[in-house]
């Protein structure tokens, strides 16, 4: 299985509310990725977890807030979030090398929009 | 600091005539380079990998890249375009923590 899903696929929520989005993967990954992608733009790179720890927070506001629960699982919880963090968010994964070796497995990703 | 330059933001390409999406990358040790493609509102599929070795790579859908050190280039390419190939493609480099610097990326248009 060389797949990594996401659910759900399409979410609408409004300023107040508290969702969740999920990312699963069973190839054995250590390394799991949040990706946030705005219309016509590169993917940017929100959270790394590797081994279930988290690695690398890019700056990201409070209001995203991810989850490792086990090496196969990684949320991401929303909350209070704004108009403009309507997006598609990707999640990916990799074996979990250190030294830039790594190729990261994407899920098709959720399109997030705020209302 | 790492970085990638896609040059191109869109390119249109006849069905059947040949194709090649340039990258240029910034970096100080040997790169680890990536070419992604994606489909709208869909995730990214990796078309194929450069980390050492041949500097020639043979990736999936008949796409292949040459890596260029002393041009810091890696330029992809397809003989014969398909309809099915338009599409956005990222060229990226990875970091010592296996973080992906992508390049803006390079919408591909296929006319018929």
Not at chain 2, 4 to 14: A, G, K, L, N, R
Not at chain 2, 58 to 73: H, L, P, Y
Request: charged content about 20%; glycine content about 8%.
């Amino acid at each position: 299985d060389t797949e990594v899903t996401q659910t759900p696929k399409h979410l609408v929520m409004g300023m107040t509310n508290k969702k969740s989005l999920k990312c699963e993967q069973h190839m054995g990954h250590r390394a799991m990725y949040w990706y946030k992608q705005k219309a016509k733009k590169p993917p940017e790179l929100m959270f790394v977890y590797s081994y279930e720890k988290l690695s690398i927070n890019e700056s990201v506001p409070s209001r995203f807030s991810p989850e490792c629960p086990n090496s196969s699982l990684l949320n991401l919880h929303l909350h209070a979030l704004q108009p403009e963090d309507s997006a598609l968010y990707l999640c990916a994964s990799s074996q979990g090398e250190r030294g830039g070796s790594d190729e990261q497995f994407f899920g098709p990703g959720t399109r997030l929009t705020v209302l | 600091a790492q970085s990638v330059t896609q040059p191109d933001i869109h390119i249109t390409v006849s069905e059947g005539a040949s194709l090649e999406l340039r990258c240029n990358y910034s970096y100080g040790a040997t790169p680890y380079l990536f070419w992604y493609v994606q489909s709208p509102g869909q995730g990214l599929q990796l078309l194929l990998k450069y980390f050492s070795g041949d500097t020639l790579v043979q990736g999936i859908k008949g796409f292949e890249a040459e890596f260029k050190r002393s041009q810091s280039s890696f330029n992809l390419r397809k003989p014969s375009v398909h309809w099915s190939d338009a599409a956005e493609y990222f060229c990226a480099v990875v970091s010592g923590y296996s973080t992906l610097t992508f390049g803006k990326g390079t919408m591909l248009l296929v006319s018929p």
